[in-house]
Antibody, heavy 113, light 111 residues
Framework: ELQLVESGGGLVQPGGSLRLSCSAS????????MHWVRQAPGKGLVWVSR????????NYADSVKGRFTISRDNANNMLYLQMNSLTAEDTAVYYC??????WGRGTLVTVSS | QSVLTQPPSASGTPGQRVTISCSGS????????VNWYQQVPGTAPKLLIY???QRPSGVPDRISGSKSGTSASLAISGLQSDDEADYYC????????????FGGGTRLTVL
């Protein structure tokens, strides 16, 4: 069974950068579309980005386009989210999810001075 | 404000049947499949329904989903105390280059 574990969250200053990682165990990672979804404290779920099996098709939410970059390393079963120019509005728990079916537990990103 | 519209709250007593609606448009629900998720606060979302009405293994058949036009519904029958959670609908949206959308969420209270 596929399991997902996010890491890389933490406290960052406005304008700063952070790289989130998601480690996938199981053999279905390389055949799956992968997504990042976030949830601000006390708020609902918001889709952030997705990447296809090969990395050839990528989509972003308008709110992160041009600032965030999703990528994957199929050889090592890893998904990444590079986040630049962070603002307070990016403060959230970030979830890694396989095809929006299997979800990790999330990693908290706090943007504050 | 979410493009997929859900009521912010719903409630029922144990044993009752409750439904939660999700209203969208032709570019999302009208043209694509709908997922439903349950989220107990402080935990990750759990997939309850995919492709409008299909249940993943392990989800009981007292939970069901349906779609009509540009709206979808989640029904929970035989309500139990551990059904108390937040529920979200989600659908792919074909506009603006393509994106996934989530509804704003419905907090279900078991009275």
């Amino acid at each position: 069974e596929l399991q997902l574990v996010e890491s890389g969250g933490g406290l960052v200053q406005p304008g700063g950068s952070l790289r989130l990682s998601c480690s996938a165990s199981g053999i279905t990672f390389r055949s799956s579309w992968m997504h990042w979804v976030r949830q601000a404290p006390g708020k609902g779920l918001v889709w952030v980005s997705r990447i296809d099996r090969s990395g050839g098709t990528i989509n972003y939410a308008d709110s992160v386009k041009g600032r965030f970059t999703i990528s994957r390393d199929n050889a090592n079963n890893m998904l990444y989210l590079q986040m630049n120019s962070l603002t307070a509005e990016d403060t959230a728990v970030y979830y890694c999810t396989k095809q929006l079916t299997t979800w990790g537990r999330g990693t908290l990103v706090t943007v504050s001075s | 404000q979410s493009v997929l519209t859900q009521p912010p709250s719903a409630s029922g007593t144990p044993g009752q049947r409750v439904t939660i609606s999700c209203s969208g448009s032709n570019s999302n629900i009208g043209n694509n499949s709908v997922n439903w998720y349950q989220q107990v606060p402080g935990t990750a979302p759990k997939l309850l329904i995919y492709n409008h009405s299909q249940r993943p293994s392990g989800v009981p058949d007292r939970i069901s989903g349906s779609k009509s036009g540009t709206s979808a519904s989640l029904a929970i029958s035989g309500l139990q105390s551990d059904d108390e959670a937040d529920y979200y609908c989600a659908a792919w949206d074909d506009s603006l280059g393509g994106r996934w959308l989530f509804g704003g969420g419905t907090r279900l209270t078991v009275l």
